[in-house]
């Protein structure tokens, strides 16, 4: 049986024209959007969604494109843009009875709440960014041998076809390496939720793929339009993040000081999944965030 969020009830909630999330849903008071990264699913929520929904209302999707959420074939390079993926997150929200909401995001779906953020600002009260860079500042800071822990952004960045061969043939190496590779508590993703995890990513290749190859192509565009114009997040923004910055010879901070005024930057102890292997610590910068 697949692990669930305890005290949580499961939706499917239509936020596009074909497109249904499945989502879930605890708790009650003002309402706290998570949304995962890869290669897992809302599940990875599941310490701090308990926590938070004492209370607030806590609403933790599937992105679409992974878990049990619709999986639409991407035809024009833009079915899984941020800007698409950040419309359904404020659809779902809406459909849910949520005009604002406060919105926290890791790895992936820490982009989709940073574009969230910057195309819907009137809807997002607080946001909060888990050990990512928006996009454009990624590929800036990706080079020379260092960069090789990002070589999965390279491979799904190339045209259709020979990624998704590729990764089809050993699924479960490819996700498992690294769920083990970016976990410094290996304990901390027990096997019943690797299993699922597992198996969530090898029935989506198609879709991860296209996450990916978007951010190498369409959501570069729409960073860039938004530095052009001096776009930034408007809310209080928090981000955890590891010591990368250090490891790859960049500044985080003032990478980061570029798209917030009001930041709150954080380098926190644990491994890139810090929701489950650190949740005392996420729940409690979130909180700090959600006081601000």
């Given at each position: 049986m697949t692990p669930q969020i305890t005290g949580f009830t499961r939706q499917q909630v239509a936020v596009a024209d074909g497109v249904t999330l499945n989502v879930a849903v605890g708790g009650s008071g003002r309402p706290v959007v998570l949304l995962h990264g890869f290669p897992q699913t809302h599940l990875m929520w599941r310490h701090v969604a308990a926590?938070?929904?004492?209370?607030?209302?806590?609403?933790?999707?599937?992105?679409?494109?992974?878990?049990?959420?619709d999986k639409p074939v991407d035809t024009d390079g833009q079915t899984y843009s941020k800007r698409t993926m950040a419309a359904d997150v404020v659809a779902l929200?809406?459909?849910?009875?949520?005009?604002?909401?406060?919105l926290a995001g890791?790895?992936?779906?820490?982009?989709?709440?940073?574009?969230?953020?910057?195309?819907?600002?009137d809807k997002i009260t607080h946001l909060a960014s888990l050990d990512v860079l928006p996009t454009l500042d990624m590929w800036d800071v990706m080079h020379g041998a260092s960069a090789s822990v990002g070589f999965h952004l390279y491979l799904m960045a190339q045209p259709p076809g020979l990624p998704e061969a590729m990764i089809s043939g050993a699924a479960d190496a490819f996700f498992g390496h690294f769920l083990d590779e970016w976990a410094t508590d290996p304990?901390?993703?027990?096997a019943d939720v690797r299993a699922a995890y597992l198996a969530a990513a090898r029935a989506a290749i198609p879709s991860i793929v296209a996450d990916y190859r978007a951010s190498a192509t369409v959501d570069v565009e729409h960073d860039e339009a938004d530095r052009e114009a001096g776009n930034q997040l408007r809310?209080?923004?928090?981000?955890?993040?590891q010591d990368w910055g250090a490891a790859l010879g960049f500044d985080a901070v003032s990478r980061w000081r570029a798209w917030s005024s009001d930041l709150t930057h954080e380098t926190?102890?644990?491994?890139?999944?810090?929701?489950?292997?650190?949740p005392a610590e996420v729940v409690r910068a979130l909180r700090d965030l959600l006081a601000r």
């Open positions: 926590d938070l929904a004492a209370d607030h209302l806590v609403i933790c999707p599937d992105l679409r494109g992974y878990g049990d959420s929200a809406e459909a849910l009875g949520q005009d604002r909401f406060a890791h790895d992936r779906g820490a982009l989709v709440a940073i574009r969230a953020g910057l195309d819907h600002p304990t901390a993703i027990p809310m209080p923004v928090t981000v955890l993040q926190v102890s644990c491994g890139h999944f810090m929701a489950e292997e650190g």
